[in-house]
């Protein structure tokens, strides 16, 4: 019997390895151009919030305002009634009345300060948030073009792959292809593999010496009685 070439097949296999390999590069793409999406939309997530968070401080300073307001019309109301009454007591309760909505007032102004204090902090929270995603998102959108780009390239290397594993699987004999497709799901890649130092290159387990001596002589194919891959002599 004539020697067997390994060759064709070995060549599909490098083929088909190109092939598998630009299509995890591919799964991989769009999960890429997801992330950095992902990063643009925490950025416009955390104005957003500082936005809010700044919003709603100016309605709570709005608020003590009309509470100021209202208590200083009171304030006001207990004045003017205070000119009019006679009797001492009535005229001591409605000072007491002015005082405490004075107290009041006094406290709803501390707390307007504080307020107007947490403002200023949240809009350099908003301009910051703002800043950032303004000094990122050109690098973000290139980025993503960049890997919108990339995938192209890879897809039309996946499309010579696909054509060159076509063209390397035409040399290969048919019941070769068979047991290539049979071996390829599984045990899985690679297919072919070397016999060295008397150990399968694809699962390392040890081979029996009848296995070695037939891949040594090449003269048919010959498989790892472990893994059952294909496997070939190598020094
Ligand atoms: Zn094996």
């Known amino acids: 019997m004539a020697a067997i070439k390994l060759d064709n097949l070995l060549a599909l296999?490098?083929?088909?390895?190109?092939?598998?390999?630009?299509?995890?590069?591919?799964?991989?793409?769009p999960r890429d151009?997801?992330?950095?999406?992902?990063?643009?939309?925490?950025?416009?997530?955390?104005?957003?919030?500082?936005?809010?968070?700044?919003?709603?401080?100016?309605?709570?300073?709005?608020?003590?305002e009309n509470d100021i307001k209202t208590a200083?019309?009171?304030?006001?109301?207990?004045?003017?009634?205070?000119?009019?009454?006679?009797?001492?007591?009535?005229?001591?309760?409605?000072?007491?009345?002015?005082?405490?909505?004075e107290t009041t007032i006094g406290g709803f102004e501390e707390e307007e300060l504080k307020v107007m204090y947490a403002i200023d902090?949240?809009?350099?929270?908003?301009a910051d948030a703002e800043r950032v995603l303004k000094q990122n998102i050109s690098g973000h959108e290139a980025?993503?073009?960049a890997l919108r780009a990339h995938e192209k390239e890879l897809r039309g290397?996946?499309?010579?792959?696909?054509?060159?594993?076509?063209?390397?699987?035409?040399?290969?004999?048919?019941?070769?292809?068979?047991?290539?497709?049979?071996?390829?799901?599984?045990?899985?890649?690679?297919v072919c593999v070397p016999v060295q130092g008397g150990r399968c290159g694809g699962c390392h387990m040890k081979v029996s010496s009848n296995i070695e001596f037939e891949?040594?002589?090449?003269?048919?194919?010959v498989t790892c009685d472990q893994c059952g891959r294909i496997v070939h002599w190598r020094l």
């Open 215 to 221: 891949a040594r002589k090449a003269e048919n194919i």
């Open 143 to 145: 980025k993503i073009a």
């Open 72 to 101: 200083q019309e009171k304030a006001a109301k207990y004045r003017t009634q205070q000119l009019e009454v006679r009797k001492n007591d009535e005229y001591r309760a409605l000072t007491h009345e002015i005082e405490t909505m």
């Open 33 to 64: 151009v997801a992330a950095v999406e992902a990063k643009i939309a925490a950025e416009k997530q955390a104005i957003e919030t500082a936005k809010a968070e700044w919003h709603g401080l100016e309605a709570k300073k709005k608020s003590l």
């Open 157 to 190: 290397e996946h499309e010579k792959a696909v054509a060159g594993t076509g063209a390397a699987r035409a040399h290969v004999p048919e019941p070769q292809t068979r047991l290539y497709d049979r071996l390829a799901k599984k045990p899985g890649m690679p």
């Open 13 to 29: 296999q490098a083929a088909d390895t190109k092939r598998l390999d630009l299509e995890q590069q591919l799964a991989a793409a």
């Open 121 to 126: 902090e949240a809009k350099k929270r908003f």
